[in-house]
């Protein structure tokens, strides 16, 4: 079966830096995408990941490693606006999107 | 940003009546995606369209039904609601990167009593 891992929870002080991880065991692998979800809000993109390695965009950074199936979503200078749950979504053999649960961040003053 | 609207926002109907939310987008995706998303369980696919009259199932499809007679239009009907349908309901079309990123739709607050 297709899975993806991530923490159902976090808690991080505003200023400081957290790391979410995300792991993945898909059909196939054709891109790995992070998404922000406020409460009450859709999704909305946040980064895209193909090729091994770090991509980054402002506050947030995004790694992947192929080989061991493994990306994390790096927020940096936490602002209370983060709060928010995280997807990791990867896209499989067929260019279907896989879903994780989502990691709610909490972001204490 | 991809123009992706649904209707209505927030719906509340009997147990036993039918019921169809509608999604319309405007920037030509071939693929459209209907989700629900439930406490703990993320985003589950509902049912996906790759085409005008080209429909497959998704992961949680019974109970749901679905149609495409436009690019634009993708319809969700639920046959005969269900307390177990509460949720919150996402469209969502893929283009962008790779064409697979997904826009999604505001949602729809979905309660069955």
């Known amino acids: 079966g297709q899975n993806i891992d991530q923490p159902t929870e976090m808690t991080a002080t505003e200023g400081a830096i957290v790391q979410i991880n995300c792991t993945y065991q898909?059909?196939?692998?054709?891109?790995l995408f992070w998404y922000q979800q406020h409460a009450g809000e859709a999704p909305t993109f946040l980064s895209y990941?193909?090729l091994d390695g770090l991509e980054e965009k402002g506050r947030f950074s995004s790694f992947l490693s192929r080989s061991k199936g493994y990306s994390y979503l790096l927020l940096k200078e936490l602002q209370m606006k983060d709060s928010a749950s995280y997807l990791c979504?990867?896209?499989?053999?067929?260019?279907?999107?896989?879903w994780g649960a989502g990691t709610k961040l909490i972001i204490k003053p | 940003d991809a123009g992706i609207t649904q209707s209505p926002r927030h719906k509340v109907t009997e147990t036993g009546t039918p019921v169809t939310l509608r999604c319309h987008q405007t920037?030509?995706?071939?693929?459209m995606y209907w989700y629900r998303q439930d406490p703990g369980h993320g985003l589950r696919l509902i049912h996906y369209?790759?085409?005008?009259?080209?429909?497959d199932k998704g992961e949680v499809s019974d109970g749901y039904s679905v149609s495409r007679s436009k690019t634009e239009d993708f319809l969700l009907t639920l046959e005969s609601a269900t307390s177990s349908q509460t949720s919150v309901y996402f469209c969502?079309?893929?283009?962008?990167?790779?064409?697979?990123?997904?826009?999604f739709g505001q949602g729809t607050r979905l309660t069955v009593v």
């Open positions: 969502a079309s893929t283009g962008g990167i790779s064409d697979t990123e997904a826009f």
């Open positions: 898909t059909s196939g692998f054709n891109g």
């Open positions: 979504a990867v896209t499989d053999s067929n260019y279907q999107l896989i």
């Open positions: 920037e030509n995706h071939r693929y």
């Open positions: 369209s790759y085409g005008v009259k080209d429909t």
């Open positions: 990941n193909v």
